[in-house]
């Protein structure tokens, strides 16, 4: 019985980095910018010939590699998982991207609408990762271990993370470009709206969560 709950649980944890990457590419697709810690990957896949679900690989595994420069812990089982998702990450991405290929907005009110639609994609997976508990993801990691180290709030670090990794997205851009690209309303919009959809599919799933996969 344990271990059907933790394949469960497993599972409801990679459906949810399944919706996130959904998530990302349709809100991305829609070119009204992107969300915050996608702006690198944006900007460097859209200078160099490598996908946007490439670089974000690179980028979350180095969330994890400073995670453990932090920690000092070397190698455990929560580094090492966080290592084995990283993949999923990047090439669910991609696979979003791939899906909605085709996808062609004809106006700003439909590009606002399906910009909703990647955030609410995103907030119903990042829900999901929360429910399954089974794995912090590689950027959350290191959030916690720099509140944990310097006795910081996670809120505090969470924010200071976000707004450090965009404005080097913007450098990027700019060195990259000669001009801003990636930061845009759905930058903002994906920032605000996130949390209380978040707290929305609380409301909504937690009454119908099955308690004995959880116990």
Known sequence: MFKTKMILRYVIFLTGILLIGLGIALSTKM???????SVIPLVLSGGFPISFGMVANILNLSFVLIEILIQRK???RDILLQILIVPFF???IDFGFAVFSNLVPGSIVSQLLLLIVGCLLMALGIYMQIVADVIINP???????????FKTKFGNVKIMMDVSIMLVGVTLSLLVFGEVRGVGIATVVVAVSTGY????FKKIFDNFSPNWLFE
């Open 90 to 92: 990047g090439y669910f």
């Open 139 to 149: 950027c959350e990691g290191l959030v916690m271990a720099i509140a944990e180290r």
């Open 31 to 37: 070119g009204l910018g992107t969300t915050p810690i």
């Open 74 to 76: 070397g190698f455990n």
């Open 197 to 200: 959809f978040i707290k929305g």
